[in-house]
């Protein structure tokens, strides 16, 4: 059974940066999309951004300009750089996976705050 391992979450404060990586523990068949979550407390799941297997990526107009998604497939790892965060973003990040099989990591918590 593949799973996916998230790492990077954290407290940063506003205006800073953190990284998200997305690795996946075994080959994954037949992927068509990948992409990154969000939930808030109280809110309902999100599409913060995804990338396509062939590289076309897109993102919610909350994070354009200043969340980048990529993907290392030697690395079997996705990830979701975050610049500019705001308090708003805090909220727990899942990234995803869909192929034969759909995907999900555990949940990584990034909490913006001074």
């Known amino acids: 059974q593949v799973q996916l391992v998230e790492s990077g979450g954290g407290l940063v404060q506003p205006g800073g940066s953190l990284r998200l990586s997305c690795t996946a523990s075994g080959t994954i068949f037949g992927i068509f999309h990948m992409g990154w979550y969000r939930q808030a407390p109280g809110k309902q799941r999100e599409l913060v951004a995804d990338?396509?297997?062939?590289?076309?990526?897109n993102y919610a107009d909350s994070v354009k300009g200043r969340f980048t998604i990529s993907r290392d497939g030697a690395k079997n790892t996705m990830y979701l750089q975050m610049n500019s965060l705001k308090p708003e973003d805090t909220a727990v990040y899942y990234c995803n996976v869909r192929g034969n099989y759909e995907y999900w990591g555990q949940g990584a918590q990034v909490t913006v705050s001074s």
């Open positions: 990338i396509t297997i062939g590289g076309s990526t």
